[in-house]
């Protein structure tokens, strides 16, 4: 029974580390920055700076502000910028999956520097710059993800709380998932930030990829090429399952009856 119980254990706490294994893009595989359009300063990087997590935070000094959905990331160390005729191909130490358990559906996020413009109270339209997104599962194939672009909705969230105060975003506490995706279907365009904010769910934004749309069960590998206004790339993140509820209370209730069976017996 000593040794059920270890399996059981040893078996859950496999799961529990494969959903928290480093999530973000690990390694730039190579990066052609295409024609400047006046983002030189974020072609200075070699391409790093789309690795590791999204920015929550951006400026400094007097400029200090918090990442918000009217207040994207700008610095020269967050950024990777890609103008017309460049790319920037990324890889994934561990396989991005076509998880069913995926929220919504998506598998992979991309993050740039899109922002919500408002009209002084609730958003009015959208700053964004479009780059097609490319997964392959072995940097040689090469497939393109159809009707979603890179840099575009949504923008990036670093806190659940933060207020805009028409130059900057300050004062949030809650720190949002990069992990989670925002549903695809909700729509901003006449919410104040409050609402977007809630409507966001605990996530911090991104553009959703759903690997079922290019009929692959996993990738390794996401290519991002340049647009006519250029493309800026903060972060790439492979999605969280999030487990069924009822999978959960089965898991842990069995953990429970395992344990007094042992204590029982010892």
């Not at 072609?43 to 400094?60: C, I, K």
């Not at 109270?121 to 490319?134: C, D, L, N, P, Y």
């Amino acid at each position: 029974m000593r040794m059920q119980l270890a399996m059981f254990v040893v078996s859950w706490g496999v799961l529990a580390s494969t959903a928290s294994a480093d999530p973000w893009a690990d390694t730039v595989v190579s990066y052609n920055p295409g024609t400047t359009v006046g983002s030189g300063a974020y072609q200075a990087d070699g391409g790093v700076q789309a690795l590791g997590e999204p920015s929550r935070d951006t400026g400094g000094g007097p400029f200090a502000s918090q990442v918000g959905v009217f207040s994207a990331p700008y610095n020269v160390d967050q950024l990777t910028s890609i103008g017309p005729n460049g790319h920037l191909t990324v890889r994934f130490d561990e396989p991005v999956e076509d998880d069913p358990l995926n929220p919504f559906g998506i598998d992979l996020l991309v993050f740039g520097n899109a922002f919500y413009v408002s009209n002084g109270s609730t958003v009015s339209g959208a700053f964004t710059e479009q780059g097609v997104i490319e997964v392959s599962q072995d940097n040689s194939t090469w497939l393109t993800v159809p009707s979603v672009f890179a840099d575009d909705e949504f923008p990036t969230l670093g806190y659940s709380d933060t207020m805009y105060t028409g130059f900057d975003n300050v004062g949030g506490t809650i720190l949002t998932d990069f992990t989670f995706p925002v549903d695809p279907s909700f729509v901003a365009s006449g919410l104040t930030e409050a609402e977007v904010n809630a409507a966001y769910n605990g996530s911090g934004g991104g553009t959703g990829v759903d690997l079922s749309s290019v009929d692959l069960d996993w990738i390794q590998y996401v290519r991002v090429l340049g647009a006519a206004g250029g493309v800026e790339i903060d972060a790439f993140a492979d999605v969280r399952p999030v487990p069924e509820p009822a999978s959960v209370l089965l898991a842990v209730a069995g953990l429970s009856a395992l344990a007094i069976r042992t204590r029982s017996q010892s």
